[in-house]
């Protein structure tokens, strides 16, 4: 009754991927469970119009046997009378009429139906497209900001390994230059 992948059961049971800061999975649950009641209902609707519509064909079809078992409606005419005649042309008429307005309930239910389900998932989709585009920025900046921590840390041990090596330089030329005093004082002696 309704498009492909649109059955209730296929919206209430429909998953979707879990990710940092998406949707709230029991909401969105919930929100689908809505759509598939409302869906069914729906459908339940144009099934009681479609029995009422094949009600209403068979006893147009039980008259119309009637009609040929008594012969036709001349002869009704003549042996019931004209008002008889009337009844059953009246009768003729209002099941045609109400055969007609279940078919176009019916139709116009599906069509709100339809609408409705795809205004939904159309709202869906964008709300989960803007929610994705929130998230990439977000990630963006963390990354920004976790690659200026990286940059500092960086130039921050960069500044520390020139006054280590600044250090060591100054302490290899101390030590050389007590060996050389002492190696001096040595050979003096």
Same mark, same amino acid.
């Given at each position: ?34 759509? %598939? *009641? ?5 459908? +339940? $609707? &144009? ?5 009422? !519509?094949? @009600? ?71 709300? %989960? *497209? ?5 998230? +990439? $920025? &977000? ?5 920004? !900001?976790? @690659? ?42």
């Amino acid at each position: 009754m309704t498009g492909p992948g649109i059955q209730p059961s296929n919206i209430a049971n429909r998953t979707f991927s879990i990710s940092r800061r998406g949707f709230e999975l029991e909401e969105v649950r919930g929100f689908l469970r809505e759509v %598939a *009641q409302y869906v069914e209902a729906l459908e +339940s $609707r &144009l099934r009681e119009s479609e029995i009422k !519509q094949r @009600q209403l064909e068979q006893a147009n079809e039980s008259l119309g046997s009637q009609v040929a078992r008594f012969g036709d409606e001349e002869f009704l005419a003549d042996t019931l009378g004209k008002e008889t005649s009337k009844i059953l042309q009246a009768a003729h008429h209002a099941a045609a009429q109400a055969q007609e307005k279940s078919e176009l309930v019916g139709k116009k239910i599906l069509r709100h139906a339809q609408i409705k389900a795809r205004e939904i998932i159309d709202s869906a989709t964008n709300q %989960a *497209q803007e929610r994705s585009s929130e998230l +990439s $920025r &977000l990630i963006q900046e963390q990354l920004d !900001q976790a @690659q200026a921590r990286i940059d500092a840390q960086i130039s921050g041990a960069l500044a520390q390994e020139a006054a280590v090596i600044n250090r060591s330089k100054h302490q290899g030329r101390e030590i050389l230059r007590k060996t050389n005093q002492v190696r001096t004082e040595i050979l003096a002696d």
